[in-house]
């Protein structure tokens, strides 16, 4: 009997093992005998989304902040090919709970996030200043907004 339990468990795990290999296009998820990938999609660049609710009447002085310090590091980062591309999206919340800001950078892939530290802390100290430079645009900011949430997703192309 005991070995029917581990004989069915070999087979569900060895099912699930190529279910989860179907859900990815990436090269290296498929064996050598598969002539098509089974993903509907094609995998694209990676995104941080950064969803953001400014304070009452803050909206423009929370724009003009980023106009300074995001867009200066945003735009060197980009030209040092760090990052693909940054959008500030801008719309109305839809209720007092949403964000009224969606902050993007696009990156190139998962691994453009390996080391990033060791490469934007440069260009921050660079465009904007030392640690305390940093802290006080970051207290500056915190006045100006609320960060609701960060997630990464990625982009992805429909077959």
Same mark, same amino acid.
């Given at each position: 009997?005991?070995?029917?339990? =581990?004989?069915? $468990?070999?087979? +569900? *795990?060895?099912?699930?093992? #190529? +279910?989860?290999?179907?859900?990815?296009?990436?090269?290296?998820?498929? *064996?050598?005998?598969?002539?098509?990938?089974?993903?509907?999609?094609?995998?694209?660049?990676?995104?941080?989304?950064?969803?953001?609710? *400014?304070?009452?009447?803050?909206?423009?002085?929370?724009?003009?902040?980023?106009?300074?310090?995001?867009?200066?590091?945003?735009?060197?980062?980009?030209?040092?090919?760090?990052?693909?591309?940054?959008?500030?999206? =801008?719309?109305?919340?839809?209720?007092?709970?949403?964000?009224?800001? +969606? &902050?993007?950078?696009?990156?190139?892939?998962?691994?453009?996030?390996?080391? =990033?530290?060791?490469?934007?802390?440069?260009?921050?100290?660079?465009?904007?200043?030392?640690?305390?430079?940093?802290?006080?645009?970051? $207290?500056?900011?915190?006045? =100006? #907004?609320?960060? &609701?949430?960060?997630?990464?997703? #990625?982009?992805? *192309?429909?077959?």
């Amino acid at each position: 009997m005991n070995n029917s339990k =581990l004989f069915l $468990v070999s087979i +569900l *795990t060895f099912a699930l093992a #190529r +279910l989860c290999t179907a859900q990815t296009s990436s090269p290296a998820a498929t *064996t050598t005998t598969t002539t098509s990938i089974m993903a509907p999609y094609t995998e694209g660049p990676v995104w941080e989304l950064t969803m953001v609710r *400014t304070k009452p009447g803050m909206d423009d002085d929370y724009l003009k902040n980023l106009a300074q310090a995001y867009k200066s590091t945003s735009e060197e980062a980009k030209k040092q090919g760090i990052i693909m591309d940054y959008k500030i999206m =801008l719309g109305d919340a839809a209720n007092k709970d949403d964000y009224n800001i +969606l &902050l993007m950078v696009e990156y190139k892939n998962m691994a453009a996030f390996d080391g =990033l530290r060791q490469k934007t802390d440069p260009i921050a100290q660079k465009m904007i200043g030392g640690e305390e430079q940093l802290r006080q645009g970051s $207290v500056k900011r915190g006045e =100006l #907004r609320e960060i &609701l949430g960060s997630k990464t997703m #990625r982009e992805v *192309t429909l077959k």
